[in-house]
């Protein structure tokens, strides 16, 4: 059974940073692609960056290039996200996914989400 376990969610103020983490089992881990995807409240799922199976190649979105980064140790089965310059709008739960298009919010097997709240 495929699971990914996020973790690393939390309040924290405009300008901080966060690093969210994903546990992932149940499949061969350093043979997919991983993403994270969010979704603010009231609205949908957006992408917000991917990283390959080596971990070679992250991509991001346009809203969170250079102040996020996408890392993976395949030797953990885990993939985190480091969030500095943190926005209001950056709030939202946050999902570590696998499967789908690379670039899209779309994914085959996704978490249980953390919350995210940059809030003063």
């Known amino acids: 059974e495929v699971q990914l376990v996020e973790s690393g969610g939390g309040l924290v103020q405009p300008g901080g940073s966060l690093r969210l983490s994903c546990a992932a089992s149940?499949?061969?881990?350093?043979?997919?692609?991983m993403k994270w995807v969010r979704q603010a409240p009231g609205k949908g799922l957006e992408w917000v960056s991917s990283?390959?199976?080596?971990?070679?190649?992250?991509y991001y979105g346009d809203s969170v290039k250079g102040r996020f980064a996408i890392s993976r140790d395949n030797s953990k089965n885990t993939v985190d996200l480091q969030m500095n310059s943190l926005k209001t709008e950056d709030t939202g739960v946050y999902y570590c996914a696998t499967g789908g298009s690379r670039g899209e919010a779309d994914y085959a097997y996704r978490g249980q989400g953390t919350h995210v709240t940059v809030s003063s």
């Open positions: 149940g499949f061969l881990f350093y043979n997919y692609d």
């Open positions: 990283i390959n199976r080596d971990g070679g190649r992250t």
